[in-house]
């Protein structure tokens, strides 16, 4: 059988992410027929990831909603995994999504919130991240604010969440050094899946030290999104044998498609 898709999110207290979470999980099923498509969280949320895992009988595709290979990447959810082993089943984690291109959904939903119309020609931007405790992580984050900066000719400066410092010292920073490279309005790129309490800790701050900046949304279930689970899965699956004997005919959506479009 083909393997189920098992997504795992990170979770949280805000019902908003649930939510997301699940149109994410809602349009890849719609993109793969065939795919049985699961939804996991790995705190906050139920079903918890080992609980998902228990409940799947064959094997497993896990790919992480996730856009920063972190401690979750690196040590958590490989441990769960493991917990969770059972003879006779495969169970393949992917990267995480953020290794697929997302530039241009970030910039489509700077778009959205309005950064092409006269009045932002010269804004300048915060891409605004979680933050981890593995510098590996938030090179990740500054390497896509380069290709976002790259992209749309901006400056683009980099924020995280969980480091914003006493008063807000790296976000005033930014705001600062966005200025002073000629931005006379900001507006800030949330690299989140969802709004939630972390969006909105950063654009409080945001109000504080640049009022009226331009807020885009959170990338949610945005194509470019849904194209890097199909995309991840379609790798992962392909390198078992097993998995590749049982791939679906071509009504469905074929894993050169996606390296196609990466």
């Excluded at 999104?225 to 992962?236: K, N, R, S």
């Amino acid at each position: 059988m083909t393997p189920t898709l098992l997504l795992v999110a990170h979770g949280s207290r805000d019902a908003r992410f649930p939510a997301t979470a699940g149109r994410v999980r809602d349009a890849v099923a719609a993109t793969l027929p065939g795919v049985g498509v699961r939804l996991a969280y790995l705190d906050l949320n139920a079903p918890l990831v080992g609980d998902a895992l228990d409940e799947i009988a064959g094997d497993c595709v896990v790919v992480p909603l996730l856009f920063a290979a972190g401690y979750h990447q690196k040590i958590d959810l490989p441990a769960i995994i493991a917990e969770h082993d059972r003879p006779g089943r495969v169970v393949i984690r992917s990267e995480v999504i953020g290794t697929f291109p997302l530039a241009n959904a970030l910039a489509e939903r700077l778009c959205e919130a309005g950064l092409g119309e006269p009045a932002c020609r010269r804004a300048g931007i915060i891409l605004s991240a979680v933050g981890s405790s593995d510098p590996a992580a938030d090179r990740h984050v500054r390497r896509r604010a380069i290709e976002l900066s790259t992209l749309l000719n901006r400056p683009v400066e980099v924020v995280f969440a969980t480091k914003l410092g006493p008063r807000e010292h790296q976000l005033r920073s930014a705001v600062r050094r966005l200025r002073a490279a000629g931005a006379d309005r900001i507006a800030m790129s949330p690299y989140f899946l969802s709004a939630g309490l972390l969006t909105e800790r950063v654009e409080a701050a945001l109000d504080v030290h640049a009022p009226g900046a331009l807020v885009a949304g959170p990338l949610g279930a945005h194509r470019d999104i849904i194209d890097a689970v199909c995309h991840h899965y379609w790798t992962a699956a392909s390198t078992r044998t097993a998995f590749a004997q049982d791939a679906p005919t071509q009504e469905s959506v074929s894993a050169a498609t996606f390296v196609a479009r990466a």
